[in-house]
């Protein structure tokens, strides 16, 4: 298992940028599978993207074009670069990590969260 840290939420204006990081601690990073999350208030908790052991990303449609996930391995940190956001993108952010790809795309049976980071989207 790995420990995961979250930090780089905030509050930003509609069309401003964030960048979120996870560090991870306790086992072999390069290894796992990682994912963020998002939970709204009121609203089930969603897959925003992933990355492959391989750094090969993956990003639900509402973002695409929008954010970028990448790992540095040498670090033991994945990143969510996120660019024009939006009112819809408030949530709290979690990031999750896992061995296999299922785990982390299903958002079930993940072996590592972290605590979450609030990004709130507002003028």
């Known amino acids: 298992q790995v420990q995961l840290v979250e930090s780089g939420g905030g509050l930003v204006q509609p069309g401003g940028s964030l960048r979120l990081s996870c560090a991870a601690s306790?086992?072999?990073?390069?290894?796992?599978?990682m994912g963020w999350y998002r939970q709204a208030p009121g609203k089930q908790r969603e897959l925003v993207a992933s990355i492959s052991s391989g750094a090969m990303p993956n990003y639900a449609d509402s973002v695409k074009g929008r954010f970028t996930i990448s790992r540095d391995n040498a670090k033991n940190t994945v990143y969510l670069q996120m660019s024009s956001l939006k009112p819809e993108d408030t949530a709290v952010y979690y990031c999750?990590?896992?061995?296999?790809?299922?785990?982390?795309?299903?958002?079930?049976?993940?072996?590592?969260w972290g605590q979450g980071t609030q990004v709130t989207v507002s003028s």
């Open positions: 999750a990590a896992d061995r296999t790809y299922q785990a982390v795309v299903a958002g079930q049976s993940v072996g590592s």
């Open positions: 306790g086992s072999i990073f390069r290894f796992y599978v």
